[in-house]
């Protein structure tokens, strides 16, 4: 009997223990805090909870500038994008006006020379340039039988050469850098004739003339008219060097006018050259 007693005992001081410890914890409820606007519990709670808050709010504000500036990349990526394609439309009608003034300006040069030469003349593509023999030849791109032989071919800076094959929608053009070429020429400067032959790597040299002529680096070179094949003024290269030749002649060295590495369309004059049996019939003429 005394233990069941001494149990009961411990019980009941336990079940005051416990209520102590409940009034206690209700007590510590009602406390006013320090500042006196809440419990003391409430502000401890609150001062437990509200740093977690305070993050929860920096997390959420941090999120949504994250996906504000994830939209705002993308619609600067799409405008980046229209703005590259506008750019891109804008070359491309650039390049086209410039090709069609371009156009213009080797029309206007065309003129200028069926103005000179008073020949009508007629544009040409070049389809083939001979680089391998340091362009001695180039093909020609022209309506079926619009060229014939030895008509002569003229750029907007001076003469290429002549035709000495036409074939169908075809022609070849022999350049005057070609050893095998000549052209009657004369210095513009003095009117003084003389022939102009392909030399090496692209260059010509005026022959057949006279030492005492008066010949200057920088003398521009034309057409003398005088071959049968091409009309007079068109001009044909610069002196670039003047030496003794033999004892009769000067050495001169010409540089063309035309850059034959360039070329990329021409015009054909259409200008019946002297009938070969008339040329023949004068084995001794000579500029």
Do not use: C
């Amino acid at each position: 009997m005394r233990g069941a007693g001494h149990v009961t005992e411990r019980r009941t001081r336990g079940l005051l223990a416990g209520l102590l410890v409940l009034q206690l914890v209700l007590l510590t409820i009602q406390l006013p805090d320090p500042t006196g606007e809440r419990s003391y519990l409430e502000g401890t709670l609150l001062r437990v909870v509200a740093p977690f808050g305070s993050l929860v709010a920096v997390v959420g504000d941090a999120a949504d500038r994250l996906a504000g500036e994830i939209a705002s990349q993308r619609l600067l990526a799409a405008e980046n994008r229209r703005l590259r394609e506008e750019v891109q439309a804008l070359r491309r009608e650039a390049i086209r006006r410039a090709g069609v003034e371009d156009e213009l300006r080797r029309l206007e040069a065309a003129l200028d020379y069926s103005a000179t030469v008073e020949v009508p003349v007629r544009v040409a593509d070049v389809v083939y340039i001979d680089h391998a023999s340091w362009l001695q030849t180039l093909v020609l791109s022209v309506p079926a039988g619009a060229v014939g032989v030895n008509q002569p071919v003229v750029s907007g800076r001076g003469l290429v050469g002549r035709v000495v094959v036409a074939a169908g929608r075809y022609a070849k053009v022999q350049l005057i850098t070609d050893r095998a070429a000549s052209v009657g020429a004369m210095i513009q400067r003095t009117r003084r004739q003389g022939l102009v032959r392909g030399a090496s790597r692209g260059g010509l040299e005026l022959h057949f003339v006279p030492l005492q002529a008066d010949v200057e680096v920088g003398d521009l070179v034309v057409t003398a008219g005088i071959d049968g094949v091409y009309p007079r003024g068109l001009p044909v290269g610069t002196v670039v060097s003047v030496e003794p030749g033999t004892e009769l002649f000067h050495r001169i060295r010409l540089t063309p006018r035309v850059d034959f590495g360039v070329l990329d369309q021409v015009y054909v004059l259409d200008r019946e050259p002297v009938p070969e049996e008339i040329r023949k019939a004068l084995p001794d003429a000579r500029p």
